[in-house]
């Protein structure tokens, strides 16, 4: 029998993990290759509502959120500048829809906000507006996902205890569904957007009928009600306040310009023909829901969204009630998966930049950025936690990040037409100007009133990001400088070494792998040594005896340790000058292991040199190998021998 | 600047692992010395309490658990069989007293059931003791941590909800005390057991007097109770049950057998002494609580322990209620640390002969066996969660081991004893004779009485671990099979192989780091070759421009990934024919992989190397090398480039 080693084979190995990875390429998804990708993008069809759910689907909270302000203060009087201000921010929106087509044109290959201000304003700003994208992103997941499970809740009371669960585990399905690749999601994910549009079309024509028939009085209880708080004057600052609330209808609207590149051929007039679809189907929700609002003077109540209380007063309790909670969590929660489109591209892009760890820029089996989408969902995750589900909470930390981007980006865009002074560029960069300066007068507004209430929690957070951004790339820069080497010095790089080698084997007692380790240590140099660690006095003798039989010159050494320890002493023995290499000689430590074939198999011994391995890499200037000594599992052993006695004459 | 990387160095790594470390030595202790074990050693004063501790806390429950037998079918007719039950128990001690004296003369290195079986009555009987004897430790601490638990409530009822995390809490506090070491351990815990002892003979004493002054009347509300329900006949099986319930009281008396060795010398004598005192012990604290239960007409209540209610009834409500609670649960914390001494060394025994993992045979930095003492306390923490910390519930499960290891014990002295037919044999042969039968007897009792009680557990967990450690033997046998080389074949082995070697290097770039591989692997054979996988169509054209640069005839192999994957495509290559390496050639997979200062630097790299070496380690027959290349830290490097240019002239 061959005791070296060198000849031995055939294990089975793994059952654990191949079952493991069969479960996960079930849940997953099989691997898909690079060439797939260009298959994986989007039409009109699906793109409208993948990329556009996030803006329509404000139209869930916006309108409540203006009712939080207003009503505590103004009670019914509330009713009469809900309008306006609905009115406002449709035109804000319209603005932006505009906007936003024009940086489609200018930027085909998407990156919003980000490659905008990169490109116009200068890295710094470029990083601005990354992290305030990257902190609206989790909040646009973790708003949709506590405003679908609200919805839910609003139809089914009885759950209310358990929103924060429910949100969660709509957040691993989220992950789950784009851990598997993007069109698939879009299937999962897109009808519910035209259903939302087309339920509350319903009952928006539904509410206004009923409106015009006379018979949308306001419930008997209310009046009371309202006219009970309704104390605090009329200012210009409550309206202001209405206002930065009612903004959390436009967030989103910057998704479809970041994702231009997952959309088909012709990806810059699909995404602008998206815009304008997007911008009529708000203008008809967000109006709609804030007439209907207005009309049947609807009271925000903790426990019942304000569109489930219109549907209630529309329809009365019936059928009608569950279906648009159906759809509005539904609608909801595709806003959540527009942040899982977004979200690693946009990091990936950022990546490629190098402020944020690479890792983020490759794709996983199914062609998707899968460490982006698994930061996300603990993020959000994280926040459903801390802030319990409540959307109302979590709206006062989500609009100042969004519209910072805007605002930087529409300033980039201004710079961009001015730069290139195209045909027309007068009217673009005004259109864009405009932006600007409304989405900066929100964020000052936002920000200022919004500040106490959790916005501050965004003014810590996206600069604590910035400085991590700057020192990642810093350490990249000094990585690359380190690594890097010019091409023209590559003609004149020496390859051909004549190292003096040096090769120390560790070694627990002598035996076979020991001996496979020796060859083929003195294959390579005469230098070597056999290295041994005696934990107690006369525990190496046995050992001595048997090497001295040897036919050798290799030393064996030995080091007695009082502490039983084996890593620090061959650390010692390597540093000190003992072993006679001389300076700029190579050490190689020649690590023998053996390996069975079962995992309890392996826990059966103390693998020390895994251990020696790790330490050593430790070490610089020694380089570490390991030489494997694969022994049969015990029913192969037994039959190989068999085998062998049967074969002998 | 040397971009090879041979020379560079200087970094300040692990920071974190420093305080981890401080810490850990902080609740641990300072590593000690091999030379240090002798001065661990117990004399007689420490190492009663420490083994003794076990038996003489039995008392705490013992009375109880007869009691529990009696009285629900005898009620009042209990106390008149009482005192003859205790008797027999006694009895049984005394001749087990005799007979480990016995034990202790013929095996002075200690070992107990398991090393007598092993040597007198064959390997498969001692495995049987073994694992009874395993079963019986974690047993010992889950029993008597209870028991210290119910004398606890008993003194503070409000502290009753919580007593699994009590139980859990001493657990652990056990743990850490004795990963710290042995004579430590004995420090804090061997005076409560003097404390108990004589607390229990105030007690005694004080209830006689009581007694016998006439005033121990049994409380007006007992009578009525007790009698309530006796209604069961009287029979010998019920009798018989009662005697195995007592047997608790006679557990842990093979303690001081087992751990001789950890006696100062004269150990053999010491550890006899520590015999007699633990018999005169044991008669005066189980006899006088026994007697104490008959006169006084004690019932049990599950929420108020024997002892307690007792105290009760001899002083009153008061601080000696007090006394005995603490000096009872610190007794039987020192029981369950009996077998933090017991259980470890047993195993470390077993683990020599390779029935065990052998890890559990290797002192750690404390000179004390880690592994067992973890294991341990992990089991005994189980145990307590699945029974809920009731006592009586786990002794049902308690009495089966220790008497079956009992049996084995005895009837390997007989043997013994016949087998050396030294001085006196047939005396001994006869006290251990009668220990056996009657330790038979109570196996045979037991096991049948408190089968379906919980003793059925032990019935199928010590036939699983006997086969456990059958298999662990097996593979023991097997892996030592193939590696071990018999002497006189050490002579005629050659050490001097002319391996041709091939040396394969995966590369991602061409870097500084690429270069130090390739100079290395070329030092060790002209066979070299650069592999690189290709992820995307293109993605490699740069990389071998770079390489066309190159004034070398290493060549570069590219293989194209469709699925990304590098590790497959590399196995497969080395799997085919096509390197063009011969037969017989050694290949080397030389890894170079970058070391950067900071765990948060290391997860921005992508760190491939270390994921292929892990990989290339499932495949026999392929070396796995890794040359590491350490980068500076940022300031290191910026301080470099500083003192380079200023040493410009």
Redesign the interface.
């Known amino acids: 029998m061959d005791?070296s080693g060198?000849g031995?084979?055939g294990a089975q190995?793994?059952r654990v993990s191949e079952v493991f990875r069969k479960l996960s390429r079930f849940v997953f998804g099989k691997?898909?290759?690079?060439?797939q990708l260009s298959g994986e993008k989007l039409n009109v069809f699906w793109g409208m509502p993948i990329l556009a759910s996030d803006s329509i689907s404000s139209v869930a909270y916006a309108v409540e959120e203006i009712l939080l302000v207003l009503v505590p203060a103004l009670g019914i009087a509330s009713f009469i500048w809900m309008p306006r201000i609905a009115l406002a921010i449709i035109a804000l929106m319209t603005i932006l829809v505009f906007s936003y087509r024009h940086v489609v044109d200018a930027y085909p290959n998407g990156g919003g906000a980000y490659v905008v201000a990169k490109e116009n304003l200068g890295p710094i700003y470029s990083l601005v507006a990354g992290a305030s994208l990257s902190v609206d992103y989790v909040l646009t997941v973790s708003v949709s996902i506590a405003a679908a499970t609200a919805a839910i809740t609003s139809a089914f009371p009885q759950l209310y205890p358990h929103k924060v669960a429910i949100c969660l585990i709509m957040i691993i399905l989220l992950a789950i569904g784009n851990l598997r690749g993007i069109r698939e999601s879009a299937r999962i994910f897109s009808l519910p957007t035209y259903a939302f549009i087309i339920s509350l079309v319903v009952l928006i024509i539904a509410g206004i009928f009923k409106h015009l028939a006379g018979s949308s009085l306001i419930p008997p209880d209310s009046p009371s009600e309202t006219l009970g708080y309704g104390t605090q004057a009329l200012t210009v600052i409550l309206l202001i306040r209405a206002f930065a609330s009612g903004c959390s209808a436009v967030t989103g609207i910057e998704a479809v310009s970041n994702a231009v590149p997952n959309f088909r051929a012709p990806a810059a007039k699909n995404a602008k023909i998206v815009y304008i679809l997007l911008g009529i189907a708000i203008v008809i929700c967000f109006g709609g829901v804030a007439f209907l609002a207005h009309t049947y003077h609807i009271i925000p109540h903790p426990r019942q969204t304000v569109i489930s209380q219109l549907t209630l007063s529309v329809f009365g309790p019936g059928i009608m009630v569950y279906i648009i909670a159906a759809t509005t969590a539904m609608i909801l929660a595709l806003a959540a998966n527009t942040a899982y489109s977004g979200f690693p591209t946009l990091l990936s892009v950022i990546a490629q930049d190098g402020y944020v760890?690479?890792?983020l820029s490759?794709?996983g089996?199914r062609l998707n950025f899968n460490n982006g989408i698994i930061m996300l969902s603990l993020a959000a995750a994280a926040l459903i936690i801390v802030f319990q589900a409540d959307t109302h909470l979590l709206i006062n930390l989500y609009a100042v990040g969004v519209f910072t981007s805007f605002t930087l980006s529409q300033t980039g865009m201004v710079i961009h037409w001015w730069k290139e002074r195209a045909h027309a560029w007068h009217l673009k960069a005004l259109i864009n100007g405009l932006g600007a300066l409304t989405t900066g007068a929100a964020v000052a507004v936002i920000g200022v009133t919004k500040f106490t209430e959790g916005a501050w929690v965004v003014f810590v957070v996206v600069p604590v990001i910035i400085a991590a951004m700057l020192k990642?790339k810093?350490?990249?820069l000094?990585?690359a400088?380190?690594?890097?080497?010019p091409?023209e010095l590559?003609?004149?790089?020496?390859?051909?070494?004549?190292?003096s080698?040096h090769v120390i084997v560790p070694i627990d007692s002598?035996?076979?792998?020991v001996?496979k380790a020796?060859?083929?240590a003195?294959?390579?140099t005469p230098n070597v040594e056999a290295f041994h660690v005696e934990?107690?006095?006369g525990a190496a003798d046995k050992l001595r005896r048997?090497w001295s039989?040897?036919?050798?010159d290799?030393p064996l050494i030995v080091k007695f340790s009082?502490?039983?320890e084996v890593v620090n002493l061959l650390t010692e023995y390597i540093d000190s000058e003992e072993h006679g290499s001389q300076p700029?000689d190579?050490i190689?430590v020649l690590l023998p292991?053996?390996?069975?074939s079962h995992r309890w198999?392996m826990?059966?011994?103390?693998n020390t040199s895994l251990f020696i391995?790790n330490a050593m890499?430790?070490?610089?200037?020694?380089?570490?190998?390991?030489?494997?000594?694969?022994?049969?599992?015990?029913k192969a052993?037994r039959l190989a021998k068999k085998a062998e006695l049967a074969s002998r004459p």
Not at 31 to 35: D, E, F, H, L, Q
Not at 481 to 485: G, K, R, S, W
Not at 619 to 634: A, E, H, Q, T, W
Request: overall charge positive; some cysteine.
């Open positions: 005791k060198f031995a084979c190995e793994g691997s898909m290759a690079s060439s760890p690479r890792q490759m794709r089996h990642i810093k350490h990249y000094s990585v400088n380190q690594l890097d080497i091409n590559l003609p004149r790089l020496n390859f051909t070494a004549t190292y080698h002598l035996n076979a792998m001996v020796m060859r083929y003195r294959s390579l934990i107690y006095e048997k039989l040897l036919n050798t290799i009082p502490y039983r700029g190579v190689t292991q053996f390996f069975v198999e826990s059966l011994h103390n391995a890499l430790k070490k610089r200037n020694v380089i570490v190998s390991i030489i494997p000594f694969y022994l049969d599992d015990i052993y």
